[in-house]
């Protein structure tokens, strides 16, 4: 099977999309949640014609990547003040805040009990976001090295982990072999977690969204799409 990267003009944008040349009868186009372009076409059919229906198809393309774009990771507003809703692996804590000589950030009983040399916001989103960096290091090291642990084939060597905030990934892995994750993976449930990292040592094999990639997932991961909805809808 022969994949080649192409490229077409619509409008005053540009549309990217991976051709596959296969031994099939029909032209077929898809545009996956990460929102890369597939166009799979019969290997008698010539780059002109099938760039001319990738054309064709250009508005339902964007209208597809569109949609997609709606479910990119974001942070949504917060005040931080008392009695605002928090999440952490997926569940929400509401913010006791305490005037104190002190700093210090709790999960006890349901809430984040926060006690603070001041409670300007500011300063309480300062707190919780120092508190979700540490707990982000333990924990999704932790699922890093068990999703390793399970998924290690042949002569691949571990990625080495990077944790940061990222506005619009949930993970990436580079060429040289380094797994960066969102550190706001930190709200989401496991399961979440566990398919962000999946998805990406799975690069380590299929460096591009191929079919082989996600035939891979689904052997890895049978369950994946579940996952992947759930985190979508997780920070809302």
Known sequence: ?????CTISYGKTEIDYELLMMNRKL?????????SVVVKAPKT?????????????????????????????RTPDRKYVGGESHLYLGRKYRLKIEVSDKDKVLLKNGYFCIEAISS????????????????AKMYLSKIFDDCWDSFKKGDLNKPNLKLQ?????WGS?????QLTLNVNLIQTPKECIEYVVIHELCHLIHHNHSTEFYKLLDRTLPDWMKRKHKLEMALI
Do not use: C, T
């Open 165 to 169: 905030k990222m506005d619009k990934r």
């Open 27 to 35: 032209l077929e186009i898809a545009v996956h949640p990460d929102k």
């Open 45 to 73: 059919s010539s780059l002109e014609a099938i760039e001319d229906k990738v054309k064709k198809r250009a508005r339902w393309i964007k209208r597809q990547i569109s949609y997609f774009n709606q479910f990119d990771p």
């Open 120 to 135: 300007k916001p500011e300063h309480i989103e300062k707190l919780m976001d120092s508190w979700y960096r540490r707990r």
């Open 173 to 177: 892995l580079s060429g040289k072999g």
């Open 1 to 5: 099977m022969k994949s080649i990267a």
